[in-house]
Structure formats: C-alpha cells, structure tokens
C-alpha cells in the first residue's frame, strides 16, 4: 500500500513537471492574485533575463553566439532550479518608432521565442513594455520615441502620452511569431507592468501620476486583455497608484546597495528589513509584486531566503531577482556588474534561490518577519549568515546551497537533494552544484556541475575573467538509504538512458559532470522509469570542460591596512596548487617572505592556504604584497595586471631609465592662443625642475608649453620593447611635479619623428607628488592611429602641454603652473598595497582607487584623481551646475571601519574624525559627509571648504543622525557611530548648500577621510 501511494505521487509529480505555463491569474477585490482555474493564490519567484534586449544582447552578438540557443540554455537552468517566473523589462527603444508604433524586428522576434520556451518549461513572464533606460549607452543608437523625450516628459508631458499609449496597445496586441497568440491572451504571460521605474519632474502631484497611471492601463485594457496590470509605485507613489485603475503595484529593493565596486565583506543579513510595499492602507487592496531584488555586490548564498520571507511577509505574490547571466557572459560578468548570478558559475547562490522559490511556495502571505543579524530559522528554512548557507530540510527535501551539516529528519523518504558542499546525505569533493532527484523507488537522477574556482573579484566590472571551470572528475559518495551502497551509474541524455559508466562500492563513484541516472542493485531501468526520470529535470547544460592540464589558478586576500606590530593573517584560494608563498616587500627595500599552509581538507582541486606574518615584523609604513602558487601545471602570481585593486608599485630591485634631462637653461615656451606664457628652472631645495606658467589657457584649441629632447638610448629601453613597441605590462612613467595654488593639468607626450606620439594626461595638486603611470595606460596623441604603431626608437622629443582642452568644465580664472622635476621609465609590478599604522597613526577610510572605481551610472558627477598639497593622492568631484531637475549628487563607497574597531578594542566613544578637502570651486564652500552603518544608520556633518587644502577634526560624538534620511533608524541607533558597524561613506553636494549658487559649477578635492582612535 506504502508503495502504490508512492508510485501515485510520482506519477501527479511527472504530471506537473510536464505541464506548460498555461494558467490565466487574475486579481480579486482583495487585491490577492488568483489562478482563474482553481482559485489558489499565485506565489512565484524568479529572475529577471534580458538576452533579447540591451547589453546583453549587444555582449553576445560582439562573441557571434546565438541568442536562441543561449535562451533555450537558461532557461533550461531556471526550470532545474524551479523557479515559477522570469521578468522582461523590454527595452522599447530597440523596437519602437518615434511615434510610438511598435517595429516587428530581431529584438521582438527574439522576446516571442523567449516567452514560447518559457512555456515549454512552465515559466510565467511579467513584461514591462516600456523600459526608457539605455540609449546610445546601453543599446545601439535608436529612433524609437523613448529617444527623444526624458522620463520625465514621459510621465508629466501629456503631449507624450498618446505615444505611449499607442505602444502599449501594439505591444499587447502583437500576435507570437510561434505561439501564434498575442500578447493580450497568452496564458504564459502572466500580467503586464506599465512601465520600469518611472522618474517625475520635482513637484509633480499624485493626482497628475494617477492620470498617467490611467491612461498607460487604458491603452493595455484597449487592447482587450483581461491580464492583471501593475505599476511601478516606488519613490512614494503607492497613494498615486492605489487611487489608479491598475491591479497591482511593485517595488525594488537591494538592501545592499548597488554598485560598490568590489565584493562586500562581512555579514548583510540584518540589512534585509522592508520594502516600500510594507503596510499602507493606499494600496491595501493591491496586488504586491517585486520587480527586482538582489543582494548586490554579494557571493554569499544566505541572502535570498530571508529576502524571500520578508517579501511574504509583506503579501507579496510574485518576485523576480536581478539579474540572471546568461551562461556565456557570466566568467566575466561585465554586463550588470554590481549582479552575478548563473547556476555555472555562482553555485552556492543558484541553490540559495532554488531555496528562495520554495519559501515562495511554502510560506503564506502575511508571515511574520523578524530581522535578524546572522541567522534566521523558520522551518523548514534555516539561513545562516556564519556559515553562508541557505537550508529546506524536510522529509522529503533536503536543499543546502553550502557545507552543512543538519541532518535529514527521515534519509529514506527522501524525493529531492539539491546542494553545494558536503552534507550528511552527499561528500563531494568539488565546488559545483549537484541535483538528485528520485524518479522511483531505487531511481535518481543525478546531474552535476563542473567545479569552479573564483580568480578575480566578480563585482569590478572589468574585462578579466571571474570565475573559471576547472578540470577533472569529482569523486562522490551518497548516502541515500533508498540508492543502497551499491549502484548502477549510467549515461542519461535525451531522454534515453546510455551505457554503465561505473559502479558504486560503499556509495562512492567517480564520474565527469553531466547528467546520468542512478539505480540500486545494478538494476536496469525499465521503460517507464526511464520517462518518469526524464520528466524530472531539463537537460543537462554547461560549458565544453577544461582541458586537463593548467596551470595553478590563484587568489588572495588581505587588509589594505593593519596595525603595525599585531600579527596579520594571509589568506589565499588556489586551485591545482601544492604550494603556496606570499612576499612582502617594504618601501624602504626590506622583504619577507611567508609560507602558507593548507588551512582544510583539500577538495579535488583547490583548497584555502594560510599564512601568518609576525606582528614584531610589521613595522609601519607601506608594503607591497604579492602571492605565488606553484603545482603540476606551473607557477601562478596574485595580483595580475589586470587585477582590480592591484597597485602597479616600482620592482625589486628597482629599475629606472631617465627619459629627459633638465637643462641649464630653460626651453623657449611655446604658445598658441593662450594668455602670458613663461618657461623657467627653479631650485626647491635639492630639487631642480622646470616651472611653466600661464595665464590663461584660452578656449576651443589652444596651447601653451615647451618641447625638450628625448634622451633615452635603445639600449636602455629594451626591457620595455617588444618588436620596437612598448610593453604594455610591468614599465611605466614615474612624474614628479607639482602644481599651483589650484592645481595644474598638463599632457605629457613622447613625439616620434612623424609627430605622431604617446602620452598621458595628469591632474596633478598644489604640492611635490609622485605619479606613476602604467604604460598600458598611455594614450595615443596627433594621431597615432593605435598604441601599438608607436615605437620608442622612433621618439625625439617630449612636449609638456597645457591648454584649454584639458578643462572641459571651464578654464581657471587663476591661470596653470606646474612644476616638472623627474620624468623616467621605471619597472613596475603588480602588488597588493598594505599600510601598516602605527598605534598612534591614523586609520584610514578613504582608498582613492575605490572612490574613482564606483561606477556612476549616468549621473552628471565629474570626478577624476589629483594629489593634494603634500602629495597625498586625493580625488575631485564636481558638477556643472545644479538647477533644473538635478539639485543634487552623491557617492557612496564602501569602508573598512570594523577592522579598527577590532584592532584598537574601540566602537569609537573617544576617537577624531579626520578629514582633509579644499573648494575647486569659488562658490563651493561645504560638502555633506556621512558615515553608514551596515544597517543603514546614518552618521554625518557638512564640512566647510575653502580654496586652500584645510584639515577638519571632528569628534564621532559630534556626528548626528541623520534621521532626515530615515526617521526609523532612531530606534536602530548607538550614542554614537559604531566603527565596528561602519560600512560606507557618503559624500553629497547639491543645492540646498548653495541656495543662491546652485546655477554655477561646484567642486572640492578629498584626500584624507580617516579615524584616530583614542589612545
């Protein structure tokens, strides 16, 4: 009897796996959204995908990949891991006119196919015809009528408004090119969301949003659909929205952040805590739909399930992370950089959502929900962020997206085990993901992943490769009481079962990733488990194997600061190592070298090494830092050139070759459009150096500066050349200059005999500072067609450069005058950079490299890198004006204030906040600072500025909340900023400092941001 009810539930299980997403939803009077069939709520979670549209589109055609196939792929994967929806933000640009009408081209075609694979698969799409975001940046040029209007004359113009209209009545009425349905009536997409992420001018009142909201529904109801419709609500238009005539309302939430760069550090639990969609009686009988959510800047696999609790919580029914990578594009992960998500090549977080789609399925709405810091335990779900790790753990399910070790309640009545990491059930000795499903008594299907090893930092959005696919064949051992320790290991593909490849002994086999089936006993398969094995998961898909044998993959970790004379650990990843060493080098030339030692079991192919550097062997200043792993396939270094993060720092021993040679007399200034112009030497000190000087660097073309011989012999460049052209890697020019009282721009170039040349463009600040730029980092001038027709043998002279090009923002009414002292090619290497702070020495919160690495999207911040006035390397940020729209910019970037407070035993209560900045601007006199928490709270003041670099010291005690930004984080507060909580810095300009200059250009210089603890 036990086993007919089994075989019945099996057979309701093939039953549902084969249906298609073919149930229409509606809305009730309670705002619930219903299956119009059986009436049971919908709850479903999945990923937002854009192959059809915008830069991943662009990315996979620049690799001449089919877009068809790469959709059927991930798709494949988004039904492996179960979840129930994917959301299409369409990029309407791409397949509209400037009236509105909708262009029958690739980008649509390619959405028809989307939406039929998602079909065949069981997958719902929510589409979001209008998108605005993209043109000429995301997308190729357009003419589609998101170009020639802002979003916000797209919500506030009613001029704009039959277009749209007119667009989304098309849009729904467009009959699939396969399904031959349209839009309006296919039961697989399951509703329309007017538009993404809709801005509106300053003042703009709800009643004329609501109007907006109508006329976009409207046009979507005149096509004749009956589909549920949303609108996007955020920035507080839930009341707007609640009085339209949409069905539903959506919000986003990325509750850490977007953008930060790099991989945030620690733990980001208690950062999950509400939405916009929380309680509010304005849209109380709406239904509730996240459009986007992620855990950004993020490999941890903990995120998800409580993301996905509180999103119940909140009666949220439908909710779709951002973004899924298509599996070409993920190794690199540059199209959404601040996102990475791809079964392939994240693993652990792939099961985390796996998790998350099954607490969509098993919590109802209106659960509770507390935060928590590190763990949260609602069974069956556990989620830990100490041990990163997501849990489902039933008697039936036993899903784990890391190492655990939680037992099964009931190991036999098992049906699904789905994980990453070893567990009581699996011991795995590789970092892939793995899925076992039972088909039948005695039957599983077994498909597993390749291993993979992270070589760079996911989060940079630079071009290297991220995550690479390792070679060989994991060994595994399962211990499932209904597979037995003895057990048939069979190909599977197609549907069809293959010949044995091996034979379990004590539950242990070794086998390739791929997929296969497994039967107790050694047993054939019959027929009928072949179909119900098949029916279980999709096929099996992932990139080709790496080849057998490579070279040691490696990566490492370590504080950019430490305090001198504690000991200080080193951390380095390798993969296909047996040895791994770190050196140290000073400034000074001192060097060290540290051993590192396997800190766990090795897995089959990579492991975690440890080092420890002895605290009475760390004397302050800087280090430069670098790692070596060595194995069968070779030696590997960490960093790389290419590696974010890396500072390029002069070798050991050093390396240089003078490139000019001051004269006694000064060179004849050479000017064209420019004010007063002087060339002449001066003496500072020891220090000679050449002092150009001009008034004014004029407008549109004009120049002004001197020209000196190069004097640099083959034989001293040939360590830099490579068939006569520069070594793009390891040499570089060293710049020893100063400028005036606000700083000077100037263009450094070597000239060849043809003029054409190479050079660079320096900002440089108002005291003697050292500049080294990596020779892949010249530039071609007058004309050098590329880097690599340059030839140093070609070179005669160096031109030094000043003019109004170099000013985009404006010419200074102060005139430029820079003082050049050295210029020479020096051998460089990549190399961790380390401050070693004294007791009594500052701690930094600002890394200039940081600050310049944020991406800015598309705000109008101008920002590049400058030395202050005693060489310190600082960073300018400016805006042109502020009026209009824009009244105000900011930058966050993360910090490190939780290693101070572990090193000093401090949260803070004594210590002195440090900040040095200067006005760029005249009528810049203040810029806001806060300092965040990790769980939002916010601590700050404005700093004044003046034209001269000023040094602020401020109490913490002094810092406010900044409960303007937050009312609630009062209840979350200390008596003070926690630096042990400290997470980000935010710096703010904008109009509300300067009331009556906002129409004018502002800017100001940061070089120091740091904290003195108290003695």
């Known amino acids: 009897m036990k086993r007919a009810r089994m075989v019945v539930m099996g057979l309701l299980l093939v039953q549902t796996l084969l249906a298609g997403a073919d149930r229409l939803a509606r809305v009730d009077a309670e705002g619930v959204l219903r299956w119009t069939d059986t009436g049971d709520e919908v709850a479903l979670l999945g990923v937002n995908y854009y192959t059809p549209f915008t830069i991943d589109h662009a990315a996979l055609k620049r690799l001449g990949l089919d877009h068809r196939q790469v959709m059927r792929d991930d798709v494949a994967h988004f039904r492996r891991l179960g979840l129930g929806c994917i959301r299409v933000h369409c990029f309407e640009r791409q397949f509209s006119d400037r009236e509105g009408n909708l262009l029958d081209n690739e980008h649509l075609a ?8 998602c079909r065949e698969q069981g997958l719902y799409t929510v589409l979001t015809p209008i998108a605005w975001w993209g043109g000429g940046v995301w997308t190729e040029r357009t003419q589609g009528f998101s170009d020639f209007h802002t979003m916000r004359e797209l919500t506030a113009d009613r001029a704009t408004w039959p277009a749209q209209a007119r667009f989304l009545k098309q849009f729904a009425e467009h009959v699939n090119r396969i399904t031959g349905r349209r839009y309006a009536d296919d039961p697989c997409v399951l509703a329309f969301e007017c538009i993404n992420e809709p801005l509106y001018p300053k003042g703009t009142p709800d009643s004329l949003v609501t109007d907006y909201i109508n006329t976009l529904a409207d046009a979507l109801r005149a096509s004749g659909t009956t589909k549920p419709i949303y609108y996007n609500s955020w920035q507080g238009r839930n009341a707007a929205a609640g009085a339209s005539r949409v069905d539903g309302v959506t919000c986003a939430i990325y509750p850490t952040g977007l953008v930060a760069g790099y991989e945030l550090e620690g733990p980001q639990l208690g950062r999950v805590r509400a939405t916009s969609l929380q309680p509010d009686a304005s849209i109380a009988r709406k239904s509730r739909m996240v459009y986007e959510f992620d855990a950004a800047d993020m490999n941890g696999s903990y995120m998800f399930p409580a993301m996905a609790l509180l999103f119940r919580s909140e009666g949220v ?32 977080k792939a099961i985390s959502l796996a998790i998350a789609a099954e607490v969509f399925a098993r919590v109802p709405r209106g659960a509770s929900f507390t935060p928590a810091d590190t763990e949260m335990r609602f069974p069956p779900f556990r989620v830990s962020a100490t041990e990163n790790l997501s849990e489902l753990v039933t008697e039936t399910r036993y899903l784990h997206s890391n190492a655990t070790r939680t037992p099964p309640p009931a190991p036999e009545r098992l049906e699904r085990v789905w994980g990453c990491g070893i567990s009581p059930l699996v011991t795995s000795c590789g970092s892939g993901a793995y899925f076992l499903d039972r088909a039948e008594s005695g039957v599983w299907r077994l498909q597993l992943y390749p291993d993979v090893f992270t070589v760079a930092d996911p989060f940079t959005g630079t071009s290297e490769p991220k995550v690479r696919v390792l070679p060989g064949r994991p060994v595994m051992t399962l211990r499932l009481p209904d597979l037995g320790t003895r057990f048939a290991v069979r190909a599977f593909a197609d549907g069809r079962v293959g010949e044995r490849l091996a034979t379990a002994r004590d539950g242990t086999f070794e086998v390739a990733p791929g997929d296969y089936l497994l039967t107790r006993d050694e047993a054939a398969p019959s027929a009928a488990s072949v179909s119900r094995a098949a029916v279980l998961a999709p096929r099996w898909i992932a990139p080709p194997p790496a080849p057998e044998i490579v070279e040691p993959l490696l990566r490492a970790t370590a504080r950019s600061q430490w305090r001198a004379g504690l000991p200080l650990e080193l951390h380095a990843e390798a993969a296909l190592a047996t040895q791994v060493t770190a050196r140290l080098v000073s400034t000074g030339g001192r060097c060290m070298e540290v051993a590192l030692a396997r800190a766990e079991q090795p897995t089959r192919t990579s492991g975690r090494f440890t080092g420890t550097v002895p605290g009475e062997a760390l004397t302050p200043g800087v280090w430069n830092l670098t790692f070596r792993a060595s194995g069968a396939g070779g030696v590997a270094e960490y960093p790389r050139a290419a590696t974010a993060g890396a500072k390029w720092s002069p070798a050991e021993p050093s390396r240089t070759a003078a490139l000019i040679q001051l004269p006694e007399a000064p060179p004849r200034a050479i000017v064209n459009g420019t004010g007063e112009t002087s060339v002449t030497c001066i003496q500072d000190g020891a220090r000679r150096a050449l002092r150009l000087s001009v008034a004014d660097v004029g407008t549109d073309r004009a120049a002004a500066g001197y020209v000196l011989p190069f004097v640099a012999d083959a034989a001293t460049l040939r360590p830099a050349e490579r068939n006569g052209a520069p070594d793009p890697l390891g040499w570089g020019l060293r710049v020893v200059a100063r400028g005036g009282a606000p700083g000077a721009r100037v263009e450094l170039g070597f000239r060849m005999k043809n003029s054409q040349g190479l050079g660079c463009n320096l900002r440089v600040g108002n005291g003697w500072s050292e500049t080294i730029v990596p020779a892949a980092e010249l530039i071609p001038l007058w004309g050098l067609p590329a880097r690599d027709a340059f030839r140093w043998s070609e070179v005669e002279r160096l031109s030094v450069l000043t003019g109004a090009w170099l000013f985009p923002e404006g010419t200074s009414t102060n005139g430029v005058s820079i003082d050049l002292a050295v210029l020479e090619w020096v051998a460089l290497t990549p190399a961790l950079r380390l401050d070693a702070v004294a007791g009594d020495g500052a701690w930094s919160l600002f890394d200039t490299t940081a600050w310049l690495r944020v991406p800015l999207w598309q705000a109008p911040l101008r920002r590049w890198g400058l030395s202050d006035d005693e060489g310190r390397p600082a960073v300018h940020l400016g805006a042109e004006r502020f009026d209009g729209e824009r009244d105000s910019l900011s930058l966050r970037v993360p910090c490190d204030g939780r290693t101070c407070a572990r090193l000093w035993q ?9 900040v040095r900045a200067r006005a760029a601007q005249p009528r810049t006199t203040a810029f806001e600072l806060a300092l965040i928490e990790n769980d939002g709270v916010a601590w700050g003041t404005n700093i004044p500025l003046t034209a001269a670099w000023q040094t602020h010291r401020i109490p913490l005690r002094k810092l406010r909340l900044f409960t303007q930004w937050d009312r ?5 507060a200390g008596p003070h900023l926690r630096l042990s909580r400290l997470a980000t810095i935010n710096v703010c300009f904008g109009k509300w400092l300067y009331p009556q200059a906002a129409d004018v250009p502002h800017a100001f210089e940061i070089s120091t941001i740091a904290v003195v603890p108290a003695p």
């Open 110 to 117: 390619l959405l028809d196919e989307l939406i039929d694979v």
């Open 317 to 348: 029914q439908v909710a779709s992370q951002f973004q899924y990578d298509p599996m070409p594009l993920a190794d690199v992960n540059r199209n959404w950089q601040t996102h990475h998500l791809n079964l392939v090549y994240t693993p652990n």
């Open 906 to 914: 401090t949260e803070g209560a004594d210590a002195v906040l440090v």
């Open 968 to 972: 609630a984080m009062a209840d979350r």
